[in-house]
Every structure is written in C-alpha cells, then in structure tokens.
C-alpha cells in the first residue's frame, strides 16, 4: 500500500506487542504497510509478534517510550498510532506513578514524533475518561465524571490529559490527531490475569474448573471483539476527524449469557455455578456509536458466538502455550 507521495505507507505502532497493538500490526501488514512496532515489553509479550520475526516490512525498536524516539524509527512516517499503556487494571494499579508516566511524557514522546515526520497520530484512548457518570451509554459530548484522589485516578486522570495533550498538540502544531475512546475488547492473545469476567472464564475453561458467574449473573459487560476494535482504528487514521470516537460494541450482554455462550463453546462437561458478588460490581460502561457510523462507517460485525468461538479455539490451541 502506498501513502501519496507513491512510497510504501509506513505506521508507527506504540504499544505493538500487546494485544490490541499486536493485531493492529497483523491487519497493516496485510495491508501491505511498513510497520514499526515500539515497545518495551512492559506488559507485551514478544509470542504476540514471533510470526512476524521473518517479515521484512516489519520492524520491533525494543524501547522505553518515556525515552525520546528519533534516530530508531526508520524513514518517513504515514501515521503513529499510540497504544502503549498499561490497559489491565491489574497493571495500572500495580505501579500507578509508571502509569501516570507513560500516559504523559510517554504521550508527549509519541506526538513530537508524529510533529516531527509531520505523520497523522491517532491516540487509543480509553472509556474510562468517562468514570463512573450514568448508566446511559457513553456520547463522546459526555464530559465524564471522576474523583483524582480515589486511588484509581493515576489511570483514567492521566488517560483524560493523554487526550488533552493530543488537543493541545493538534491546536499548537496543527498536528492531524485523532483520539479513539476504546471500551472492553475481547480476543485471541488478550491478558488472561486482567481481572475481567471473560478472561476468567477462559482461563477456567482451559483448567477445567467450573465457570464462576457472580450472583445474580444480570450484570451486563458490552464485549467488541478486537478485529473489529482494529478496523475503527484504522478507519480513523485514514479520515480528518479529531474524535474523540467511541470505538467498542453497543450490545449489552449479561455475565450469565456470556459464561453460558463460552460454557457451550467448550463442550458438555463445562459446568457453571454462582458465587458470591464482589463488594462493588464492576461498573460496565456502554458505548453509543452512532458517530462512529456517521464519520467512518463504522461498527462491530462480529457476533458475540463468532468471537467466543475463535478466541476459545485459540487459547485452547496454540496459543495456549503463551497465555
Ligand atoms: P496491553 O497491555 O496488552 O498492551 C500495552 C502495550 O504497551 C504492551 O505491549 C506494553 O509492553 C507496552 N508499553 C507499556 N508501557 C510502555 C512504555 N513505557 N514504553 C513502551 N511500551 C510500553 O494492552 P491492550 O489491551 O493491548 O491496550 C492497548 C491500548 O488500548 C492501551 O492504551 C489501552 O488503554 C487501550 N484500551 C484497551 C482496551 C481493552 O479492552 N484491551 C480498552 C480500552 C482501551
């Protein structure tokens, strides 16, 4: 694929080892885009990148983002596309000064590399800018609200300036930006140990123990698989629109239907039982996507049983082996 000027496109993937990062470099080389993936393997895993070891469109810079980037990233630029942040609460909270780092200088390193090779920087936000406002699903004129000094602030307070910081690149610079408002994705390679529902109940399949759905299994998650999560980022890398744009499945599905579905995708012993509820259930967050229709054309196609399915045949195939 080649950008305007007849030479090969060329995208800086930050973040490219984990696992929405690791698809996105999958889907632009088969794009046939140059890809350079920055990560310092933080949280990604070098298994989520071996297939693309012999690929010669494809570069890893082994680095910490919190480092300037220059010299590293070969040639010119098409567009930087910044995902590296911890995503897992399990990790956010572990190390919340890491966090709030890489969402800042981490961010700013990723937009004067963009200002610098004069590239499109696309910026996967997150719906956790939103808080805990409303039960309604999320418009991105929704203006959030979050307490800084909850002792989860260190994520979404340093998600909320990552955004503000493209903005003021954007106004600054007139750097073209674009800010995608990711919510709950699902897929082969995702973290088994990031807490969520779904990853349990993989990882209690894979180990043969009942599926655990806590009391009364109606809270509902709105799960969109990562293919899809890839394309919304992809579209909005090749328009003009800033965002924010919600990118995530508007469907709502209960925890009980969603341990049943994968209860039936891994056969006739899977056996669910009701536990105890946490304390505080999780609040699920819900997107409303009609802009992403409107400006990309854009919207989930996978359905929930296509979606289990191959992500349940992965971890239970190959993949397994680096869950
Ligand atoms: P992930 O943890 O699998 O990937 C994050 C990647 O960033 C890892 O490869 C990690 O090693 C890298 N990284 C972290 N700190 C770095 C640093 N200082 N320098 C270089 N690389 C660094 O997470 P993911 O699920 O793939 O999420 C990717 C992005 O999408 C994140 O910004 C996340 O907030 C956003 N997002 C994801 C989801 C989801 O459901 N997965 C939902 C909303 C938003």
């Known amino acids: 694929m080649e950008n305007g000027s007849g030479e090969e496109r060329h995208s800086v993937v930050t973040g490219g080892a984990g696992f929405l990062g690791s698809h996105l470099c999958d889907a632009l080389i088969r794009a046939g885009q140059r890809v350079t993936c920055i990560d310092n393997f933080e949280t990604g895993r070098s298994a989520n990148l071996r297939h693309l070891r012999d690929e010669p469109r494809f570069t890893l810079v082994r680095r910490d983002l919190n480092d300037q980037i220059d010299g590293e990233v070969p040639g010119p630029v098409d567009v930087v596309f910044h995902l590296a ?30 200002r610098d090779r004069s590239a499109r920087f696309v910026l996967a936000s997150t719906s956790e800018v939103y808080g805990t406002a409303g039960d309604e699903p999320h418009r991105e004129d929704d203006t959030g609200q979050v307490n800084p000094a909850d002792g989860y602030g260190a994520y ?46 993989i990882r209690q399949v894979l180990s043969g123990a009942p599926l655990t759905v806590p009391g009364p299994g109606t809270q509902t ?12 980022l992809r579209a909005l890398s090749e328009g003009g629109y800033p965002g924010p744009v919600n990118i995530g499945s508007p469907d709502e599905i209960s925890v009980f239907a969603i341990a049943q579905e994968v209860a039936e995708i891994a056969g006739p012993n899977a056996e669910i039982v009701f536990v105890e509820p946490p304390p505080a259930e999780t609040h699920a967050r819900r997107p409303d996507i009609s802009l992403a229709g409107q400006l990309l054309d854009w919207q989930p196609r996978t359905t929930v049983q296509t979606g ?16």
């Open 156 to 201: 979404y307070e340093s998600r909320r300036f990552a955004e503000a910081l493209t903005t003021a690149y954007r106004s600054t610079y007139n750097l073209r930006t674009a800010i995608a408002r990711i919510f709950n994705t699902y897929g082969p390679r995702m973290r088994l140990d990031d807490g969520r529902v779904l990853s349990r109940f």
């Open 308 to 323: 289990l399915a191959t992500t349940l045949a992965w971890f239970q195939g190959a993949g397994a082996r680096h869950a």
């Open 85 to 114: 942040a911890p995503a897992a609460p399990s990790d956010y909270l572990l190390d919340p000064v890491a966090t709030m780092r890489i969402a800042s200088v981490g961010t700013l390193n990723a937009l004067d590399l963009a």
């Open 221 to 232: 998650r709105s799960l969109c698989y990562v293919d899809d999560a890839v394309a919304g």
